[in-house]
């Protein structure tokens, strides 16, 4: 019987029509609750003390983009360290927002961002795939609303959850090869760092506290998490702050996508977290 006159069949008999499952997308994602958190650190630096920011609730890829994501997109591989698995690297903050409109389109949702050249404008009502921004990152880095208050994410050492100079054998790796962390992201220190949506600014005091996006101009973007040759652990602490200029393509630089969380999906309200 063919699917149309199956429905009115079903309908004629009062039943319910099934709806035909979405396809899944390209990126596995991992809702996160919104919450309130401590962001940044009072030790990190005087100056900057850290500060009260609340986060709505979102969706954020549960890797960073693999190679063969990233391929299955744009038909390009611009990494040094090959492998399907592996992150993908050596790809500017402007590649990573056209490779989001791109997997938009493919997906059929409506682009997040308006490229023209290096100007990008993003619509923050947009149901298409973004870069995280550095508070959502943050927020996600420390466990959101089943934070356990670990110093790294998800552990309260670096080894066992973030690929660095001490372990890596200087080259990325593939991702989930290690454990994730309270919410279920693996690699949110160490392997590649991130981009994130915003421009760099050392003192965040005059940005909103809800839902910060960064201030509106900057010659650097903020990227997070630490690398295969960070050196530093404190590089792969969650309030831990890096910049690149936009147009920076390094092999040790990555990037993970994000969704605004939908309409219709219930998430639990987060509790605040420390800082």
Known sequence: MKPFLFALFVLALGGVVPVAAQTPSL?????????????????????NP?????????????TVVTQDQYQAVTGSNPSRFKGPLNPVERVSWYDAVAFCNALSLKEGLAPAYTIDGTSVKWDPSS????????????????????????????ADSAEGVAWGYFNASHRTHVVKELPPNELGLYGMAGN?????WDWYEFDRSA??????????????KVN??????????????????????????????????????????S???ASPTGG
């Open 207 to 220: 940005l909103p506290s809800t839902d910060p996006r960064g201030p509106d101009t900057g010659s650097d």
């Open 127 to 154: 149901p298409g795939w973004r870069l995280p921004t550095e508070a959502e990152f943050e927020f996600a880095a420390r466990g959101g609303a089943k934070s356990q208050g670990y110093s790294f994410p998800g």
């Open 192 to 196: 590649v760092w991130q981009w994130c």
């Open 267 to 269: 998430l639990p309200a």
């Open 27 to 47: 990126i596995p994602t991992v809702a996160v609750a919104g919450g309130v958190f401590q962001q940044g650190k009072r030790t990190l630096d005087p100056a």
């Open 50 to 62: 850290g500060r009260t920011v609340t986060v709505s609730a979102f969706l954020l890829g549960e």
């Open 224 to 265: 997070r998490g630490g690398g295969w040759n960070s050196d530093y652990v404190d590089a792969f602490r969650p309030y831990y702050r890096a910049d690149d200029g936009p147009d920076s393509k390094e092999a040790d630089l990555g990037f993970r996508v994000a969704r605004n969380a939908p309409v219709s999906t």
